[in-house]
């Protein structure tokens, strides 16, 4: 008989080999095996999306509207996610070339990243940051440049420090802002800042507006908006948050008729369209879901301002947030780590939040505690992590 090979012992590709787990969902494989906890960790709306778009997506599915739609998506909802950007964005697109509908602003980012780097091209971003930032970059085989965000400059994006990350293998910047999980926004000045390196540098500027809706103070246009920034801007948005749609996987694209169409050509390959009741559901989001979301956006802002106050009676510093629905306070105070903290709380009082290193290393010392929670949660939650803080000082 002939001798068969053994496998190879390892069979998964380098970059893949490499990359780290997901610091939340390595956490939350602990919260699954707790019972009663009072979770500030997962971030999503605890609202129930509004009846309204539910019921355009069941009478969708009443009407049989059950098929593929254009790779792009329904051209319908394309030209309404036009004009929601225009007005609310001060960006104006064409919905026919201009526009992209994918399974979540998570596709969308994916085909941003595997659209524009070649291998090596360098991509900057900044930390802490959503967890899969780096490893997007990483997956489309280019080089994750970070730029490390501090407390003391209100977490928000130093400009010289960007300069000084800029080389001959820059190829993009990528932008999140309001930022998970600090809730830190730009300024103008930041904006126009980073809009004349961009153009100074050739560089091509993503920017995730996902938490935008969710801003407290003064809500700016898009840095897309900006003079000469449209033809270098992938424009990445989507349902889930504002609008409470986390199920429907909803997101979109908008940029360069190029880009689009080269984001549009992998999408294609890979997915084929988003589905067409949650694109359905879409359009009546942006039709007539203003109301609701901004209801939504003003309980946000009550919450914030609890649990701000909360963490800082606590002793623990805690930035008020200007977007998303997170804060980070500080527990360097406390002698933990990060990681120490978050388990400890979780296993002496039953409190979820997530540990600041899993958003990048400058996270550390702090953890991400999410206010999309009622607020009688938020105030349990507070009143057991005082009486931890309390605990561990004593000591």
């Not at 994006?157 to 910047?173: C, G, M, Q, R, Y």
């Not at 889930?240 to 999408?267: Q, V, W």
């Not at 039709?287 to 301002?305: C, F, I």
Request: hydrophobic share 40%.
């Amino acid at each position: 008989m002939k001798d068969l090979k053994s496998p190879r012992k390892i069979r998964t590709a380098d970059h893949i080999n490499n990359l780290p787990k997901s610091g939340i969902r390595e956490f939350f494989e602990l919260v699954i095996g707790c019972d009663d906890v009072i979770s500030l960790g997962v971030g999503e709306p605890d609202f129930v999306t509004p009846w309204t778009i539910r019921e355009s997506a069941i009478y969708s599915l009443e009407r049989g509207h059950t098929s593929y739609t254009s790779n792009k998506g329904l051209l319908s909802l394309r030209k309404e996610v036009c004009k929601y950007v225009s007005e609310d964005y001060g960006v104006q697109y064409d919905a026919e070339n201009e526009c992209l509908i994918t399974v979540g602003v998570s596709e969308a980012l994916d085909l941003a990243m595997r659209a524009v780097i070649d291998p090596g091209d360098e991509v900057i971003y900044c930390e802490p940051c959503f967890v899969s930032y780096a490893a997007e970059i990483a997956m489309a085989h280019g080089v994750p440049v970070a730029i490390e965000n501090h407390e003391g400059n209100e977490f928000s994006l130093d400009i010289e420090v960007l300069k000084s990350k800029i080389t001959p293998k820059t190829k993009a910047l990528l932008l999140n802002f309001p930022c998970n999980p600090t809730g830190a926004t730009l300024s103008m000045q930041q904006m126009e800042d980073i809009a004349e390196i961009a153009i100074e540098n050739d560089i091509i500027v993503i920017t995730d507006e996902i938490y935008t809706e969710l801003t407290y103070e003064e809500r700016l246009n898009s840095i897309a908006s900006l003079p000469g920034m449209k033809e270098r801007t992938i424009f990445l948005h989507g349902f889930s948050k504002a609008f409470a749609m986390t199920g429907f996987r909803i997101g979109y694209a908008c940029g360069p008729e190029d880009l689009i169409d080269a984001m549009n050509k992998i999408h294609q390959y890979m997915i084929m369209c988003a589905s067409i009741n949650a694109q359905e559901a879409a359009i009546e989001a942006l039709k007539n879901g203003r109301q609701a979301m901004e209801k939504m956006r003003d309980e946000y802002r009550e919450r914030r301002n609890l649990i701000v106050k909360g963490f800082n009676d606590i002793g623990l510093t805690c930035l008020k947030p200007k977007g998303s629905f997170y804060v980070f306070p500080n527990i360097t105070s406390t002698g933990l780590t990060s990681a120490e903290f978050a388990r400890r709380l979780l296993e002496e009082e039953k409190v979820a939040v997530v540990p600041g290193d899993a958003f990048g290393a400058c996270g550390e010392g702090y953890v991400r505690a999410c206010y999309a929670a009622s607020a009688s949660h938020i105030m349990e939650a507070l009143q057991k992590t005082g009486d931890f803080v309390r605990r561990l000082k004593q000591k």
